[in-house]
């Protein structure tokens, strides 16, 4: 099954307040995360990332915060606009035999900006 | 530097015949990855692929579904008797060496009828 989950299947929220996505993952051996925009009709695009060295990296109007304690996720995006609507995905990857793992996806969140 | 490129877009197949899925990543990318993505689902692992090397195939079903990715040209996914159950959007992601972010293209569609 999968170990990542989202809380929320769905957000709306209105033109410049922030917008806090979260994500919760199972797998303690994780090391690697990553945040995802997914529009419609296109394929993921890469948002932000963090290793598990770190709890916060900030972007360009995103923060990505990570909680290794109770295995949580969370996007911010500051002042959100309508272009940002859109499906959000986090994923994790694990390092097996010193190598790169593959991306586990979860569910997505939608995120509905409005007006 | 072109992104992940993968065709064609859309792919109408069938039942029963073969679709063959084509991506070419990153330039200098070795790793591909395959993902299956449902309308309003998220991405499902299928492959992962090294030149001439298939690292991890847990995602992929047991028969008609297999995937290469060659020390010359594109990955390639192949789906074998295409069922309806086959028609989803598959995206292809690649990356660089060491845990970096992959990158995806726009993804096929199939369709089966």
């Known amino acids: 099954g999968e170990s990542v989950g989202l809380h929320l299947p769905t957000l709306s929220v209105q033109e410049g307040d922030n917008s806090i996505i979260n994500c919760a993952y199972s797998n303690s051996a994780s090391d690697y995360f990553i945040w995802y925009k997914q529009e419609s009709g296109k394929g993921p695009q890469f948002i932000i990332d963090?290793?598990?060295?770190?709890d916060k990296r900030q972007g360009q109007r995103v923060t990505v915060l990570l909680n290794k304690t109770v295995k949580h996720l969370s996007l911010q995006i500051a002042a959100t606009q309508p272009g940002d609507s859109a499906v959000f995905f986090c994923a994790e990857n694990y390092i097996y035999g010193g190598s790169q793992g593959n991306l586990i996806f979860g569910k997505g969140t939608k995120l509905s900006v409005k007006p | 530097n072109a992104g992940v490129m993968q065709n064609p877009r859309h792919l109408v197949r069938r039942r029963g015949q073969e679709a063959r899925l084509r991506c070419s990543p990153m330039k200098g990318h070795s790793h591909v990855y395959w993902y299956r993505q449902l309308p309003e689902e998220g991405l499902k692992f299928m492959v992962y692929l090294q030149k001439e090397n298939i690292i991890d195939e847990s995602g992929m079903p047991k028969e008609r579904f297999s995937a290469e990715f060659p020390k010359e040209g594109p990955s390639i996914l192949r789906i074998q008797q295409v069922v309806r159950g086959d028609s989803a959007a598959y995206f292809c992601?690649?990356?660089?060496?060491?845990?970096?972010?992959?990158?995806f293209g726009q993804g096929t569609r199939l369709t089966v009828v």
């Open positions: 992601a690649s990356s660089g060496t060491g845990v970096t972010e992959a990158f």
């Open positions: 963090i290793r598990s060295n770190m």
